[in-house]
């Protein structure tokens, strides 16, 4: 099973911020037995947006989105996936006495802005905006990275695994000195020549050593993992 994951907004893409989502996302599902295909980055813009989204849903079974989900006319994720799926915005009354309470405990006045944000296409659910298509999963994220990662672990890891049938993946790395990584490389050739065609070996070159990572992707883990021993 396959998934893909794309980061919205031009201040990942101007460097402005450093994205950390793409890579919590990523661990949670490397962990849960689930491919990650492709990570991708797009801006504020309308059009690359669903394109993106197009493309990723083409690709992957689960296509996670971060970003572009705030009050600001800059945010657009939630129209634009709204138009791509065909449905209209209303009112999410769980979201809004959510954000309600959060700004009332801040101090900060509830605004029309504000009211907006509880604003949902009918179509998905929340919390986050969960899309189910053609057998297609698309999930829209904060990008918060503490309100990402609180709905990645409480509520779409859990209902990804009740969706579908996950198998494992299977890492295990050694660490190695003393040998640069075309002098490891020529010394283990034989070695690496010989694995089965599942288990995939990665050099990770450091300064003074090379990590050896051995994958195993979506196999039954506890046989795979004597195998890798």
């Not at 947006?49 to 994720?77: F, Y």
Request: charged fraction near 25%.
């Amino acid at each position: 099973m396959k998934a893909s994951i794309l980061t919205i907004g031009d201040e990942i893409l101007i460097g402005q911020i450093v994205d950390t989502n793409s890579a919590s996302i990523a661990r949670h599902l490397n962990n849960a037995g689930i491919v990650v295909w492709e990570r991708t980055s797009v801006g504020d813009q309308r059009e690359q947006i669903t394109e993106a989204v197009k493309r990723a849903m083409n690709q992957s079974d689960v296509v996670i989105l971060t970003g572009g989900l705030g009050p600001t006319k800059d945010d657009i994720t939630k129209k634009t996936l709204a138009e791509l799926f065909g449905s209209r915005l209303v009112c999410d009354q769980t979201v809004a006495d959510h954000v309600r309470r959060m700004l009332e405990a801040r101090g900060i006045e509830y605004n029309r802005l504000n009211r907006d944000q509880a604003l949902v296409p009918a179509c998905c659910t929340a919390p986050g905006m969960w899309f189910e298509q053609n057998g297609k999963v698309v999930v829209s994220l904060p990008g918060v990275p503490f309100e990402m990662e609180h709905l990645m672990t409480d509520e779409v890891m859990p209902r990804l695994k009740a969706r579908f049938s996950l198998r494992q993946i299977v890492h295990r790395t050694l660490i190695t000195a003393g040998l640069a990584e075309s002098m490891l490389a020529e010394k283990i050739a034989d070695w690496e020549n010989a694995l089965p065609p599942y288990l995939h070996l990665a050099y990770l070159p450091a300064p003074g050593v090379v990590r050896l990572r051995l994958s195993a992707y979506e196999v039954e883990g506890e046989s795979v993992s004597h195998e890798i021993d």
